[in-house]
């Protein structure tokens, strides 16, 4: 059930009037969950309940804390490894593409979502479960549950347990989860879906000249960006309006002006995950320069192979490992000013982006080297003004900076100040106004099948 689709709004609407109306809701949203993975299929759903029903049986009679992590380790990356590289497995070769849609839907981010219980409860940084309803809730709660944020237990589980003993939250400024929503949708229907066309029509083959390369890079750039955090805004606002409170996964990372700020405000869940069960474990930073080198370049590859069983992924993460330990390198020996830094950093970044977008390892090279050869930076005959190109790609960036300002404390001031019918209607109405624009072209959330 995607998001931008007039039968999740209809979900997300009851929900709210039985979480509004019931003493205990726990188990409507529960339903509810399961009618918006019955949309994925058979299949999907019932991968994703038996890995729910596995998890919970670790928990329940693996109690030794060693063997309760080899289990849920050989569970959940063992699924993910089946699925997402059966055809590297198999012999079938690397994936074609940065996309795949024979995934059972969300599977990476709800296995590690489960995994990274089992750590915690291992930890004692969060007590378990109390009841297979709750475990069943806090992994299968619809707005998070096929592209993340991947909530950690320490701070989603006790919002879980405090529904199931009929505390729930008070509903507040309703306002501002509309508000998320309609963001959100507008990031995804009339940002990232106008962008769509174009992208695609530029990677469809490496292209003739530096112009478009640059053009195709920038555009998907801003295309993942407004399509994945377009998923985060609704989805956090979903939660909100629904009593229950989501981690921020974006805080405008093309702001950012190195790459360690980077992924402090890019699909933040993610980044934090790698480096809490898999940078941190394997050393960090610790021992001798040439092993903390290798610790950061094989954890950022290893998050590049968990987008997908392509080469391309993996020389996407490596890369940002390079470019992180560069940069660490150089600490305090060398400073750029402000109005060099931010545009070499996001040349950086959108020049990673094209392994990321690249069907192929051969593809990508094609790409760059057309990107670097500035000789051959000519207009094709027939393509829009460069003038007019310009604007448009000065446009989003634009709209980018005010989303920083937008996210700021004085907004929710003020959406606190206009809470009330007029402003959730005008909300809501402008959302499934969003939602039933015409589409030529139906778009997927990018990250729905990672």
């Not at 309760?68 to 070769?93: H, P």
């Not at 593809?363 to 670097?372: D, E, G, P, S």
């Not at 003004?385 to 989303?403: D, Q, R």
Request: aromatic share 16%.
């Amino acid at each position: 059930m995607p998001f931008n689709s007039l039968a999740f709004l209809i979900l997300l609407f009851v929900s709210w009037l039985l979480v509004v109306r019931l003493r205990n809701p726990a188990y409507a949203l529960i339903a509810a969950s399961m009618v918006f993975y019955l949309f994925a299929g058979p299949l999907d759903t019932t991968v994703f309940l038996v890995t729910v029903l596995l998890n919970w049986l670790i928990q329940r009679f693996v109690v030794t804390p060693r063997w309760r992590i080899t289990a849920a380790v050989v569970l959940n990356i063992g699924l993910i490894v089946a699925f997402k590289y059966k055809n590297l497995i198999f012999g079938g070769g690397m994936a074609g593409s940065y996309t795949d849609t024979g995934l059972p839907l969300g599977i990476s981010f709800y296995c590690f979502q489960a995994l990274a219980y089992h750590i915690d409860v291992v930890r004692r940084e969060t007590p378990p479960a109390r009841s297979l309803a709750s475990f069943f809730l806090f992994k299968s709660f619809f707005p998070q549950l096929v592209a993340g944020p991947i909530v950690r237990a320490p701070q989603f589980l006790p919002q879980i347990e405090r529904l199931f003993s009929g505390q729930k939250r008070r509903m507040r400024l309703i306002a501002y989860g509309l508000s998320l929503c309609l963001l959100g949708l507008f990031k995804k229907v009339v940002l990232a879906d106008s962008i769509a066309p174009i992208v695609d029509e530029i990677f469809a083959a490496p292209p003739s000249s530096a112009y478009l390369a640059w053009l195709g890079a920038v555009l998907f750039a801003f295309q993942i960006y407004f399509d994945f955090s377009g998923y985060s805004d609704i989805a956090i606002g979903a939660a909100y309006l629904l009593g229950l409170r989501l981690p921020i996964n974006f805080r405008t990372p093309y702001m950012s002006t190195g790459p360690r700020e980077f992924w402090q405000s890019w699909h933040i869940s993610l980044s934090t995950w790698i480096r809490d069960y898999l940078y941190i474990p394997l050393g960090g930073a610790r021992g001798s320069w040439l092993r903390a080198a290798a610790v950061l370049v094989g954890s950022m590859a290893l998050a590049g192979l968990w987008h997908g069983a392509n080469g391309t992924f993996v020389v996407w993460g490596a890369g940002w490992g390079l470019y992180i330990l560069i940069c660490r390198s150089m600490r305090g020996r060398i400073t750029l000013p402000l109005l060099l830094r931010w545009p070499l950093h996001m040349a950086i970044v959108i020049l990673l982006w094209v392994l990321f977008r690249s069907p192929s390892f051969d593809f990508a090279l094609q790409y760059l080297a057309t990107m670097l050869d500035f000789s051959s930076w000519q207009v094709p005959t027939g393509a829009v003004s460069p003038w007019l190109t310009g604007f448009g790609v000065a446009s989003l960036f634009v709209l980018h900076a005010t989303e920083y300002r937008i996210n700021r404390r004085e907004t929710l001031y003020l959406l606190r100040r206009w809470n009330g019918p007029f402003l959730w209607g005008l909300c809501v109405g402008l959302s499934v106004l969003l939602v039933l624009l015409p589409s030529t072209n139906a778009n997927p959330f990018i990250y729905f099948r990672f």
